[in-house]
């Protein structure tokens, strides 16, 4: 296998843990609704997955989509309520299958050869699973379409309470300013609020990611709109010192079948005042650490946002 191969497979199977761990998280904090989503995302990762033509063995892809299966039996048993998937007697681990796929990547292992690859549901069919079966042969327009009718909705929560006392934020992403508005596929936000990093971690969360929907406003000459509300559950009170919201700017691309973060921009405690703000954009890859900021464009452009605070 060629070394572009070799890192196109890892980059995938690396990004399916990442998601599959965020959504075991989710639904042990009770966070149903956000769970389904994450769980669903993981599937749609694992069946792309399985269209890299030359990055998986026939047995491989086997492989991912039971796991795929296995996402969406999930997802479904949380959207349904009908019971825990976490707590299903036939359940796999979460845990056990992200050791699996970072044994796949190690190539310390063959699927077959996992504790648990018999308790996996069966391979999803080709009538069952359209974007298996036809994905390579899509145009990237269609394959688009199919990617935003899966995913258009974002994963954006709403408060579920208000203490008395205690302050929260709504952050409205009203526009990010961009060269080239016109030249991204199925634009998203996600923002992130994480507690200060220091130089060996990335930080930690204080509360779930959210991502907005895809925007499909009419896009001004530099201008991608959005428009939406995101509203932080946590207290302004309850976020510890030194921590920062994080907004990255992500895109699809249709001929790596995969999302990308084009830049980013951030707010840190202290800027957090009600009213407008107009926030630099930086350079990709994002920096949590907030130690090499590099401005996107020497020209002025900023992500819009306002801020609102709420108090009872």
């Not at 996992?114 to 390579?136: D, I, M, Q, V």
């Not at 990093?197 to 991608?224: F, M, W």
């Amino acid at each position: 296998m060629s070394a572009a191969l070799k890192n196109s497979r890892e980059k995938i199977l690396h990004s399916v843990i990442e998601s599959a761990n965020k959504a075991s998280s989710l639904e042990s904090w009770g966070m149903p609704v956000e769970a389904t989503a994450e769980y669903m995302r993981c599937n749609r990762q694992l069946t792309i997955a399985t269209t890299e033509k030359e990055s998986f063995a026939d047995s491989e892809k086997e492989f991912l989509l039971r796991i795929a299966s296995l996402m969406e039996m999930r997802a479904n048993a949380l959207q349904d309520s009908l019971k825990s998937a976490a707590g299903s007697d036939d359940s796999v681990d979460i845990t056990d299958i992200c050791q699996a796929l970072q044994n796949m990547i190690q190539g310390d292992m063959t699927p077959v050869e996992s504790s648990f690859y018999n308790k996996l549901p069966a391979a999803p069919t080709e009538s069952r699973n359209p974007l298996k079966a036809r994905s390579l042969f899509l145009s990237d327009d269609d394959y688009s379409l199919a990617i935003k009718a899966m995913g258009k909705s974002g994963t954006l929560v709403k408060r579920r309470q208000i203490l008395p006392g205690k302050t929260y934020l709504t952050i409205t992403i009203n526009k990010i300013g961009m060269k080239d508005p016109q030249s991204y596929i199925d634009p998203v936000i996600t923002i992130t609020t994480l507690m200060e990093c220091n130089i060996a971690q990335q930080g930690t969360l204080v509360e779930p990611q959210q991502d907005t929907p895809v925007s499909t406003k009419h896009r001004e000459v530099a201008y991608v709109p959005f428009d939406v509300d995101v509203e932080l559950s946590t207290p302004l009170e309850e976020i510890p010192q030194g921590s920062a919201i994080f907004f990255e700017f992500k895109h699809f691309k249709p001929k790596k079948h995969s999302i990308s973060v084009k830049c980013f921009s951030l707010m840190e405690m202290d800027e957090i005042k009600p009213g407008k703000k107009f926030l630099e954009i930086y350079k990709k890859p994002t920096d949590f650490r907030r130690k090499n900021l590099s401005l996107l464009s020497v020209k002025p452009l900023y992500l819009h946002v306002t801020l609102i605070l709420h108090k009872i």
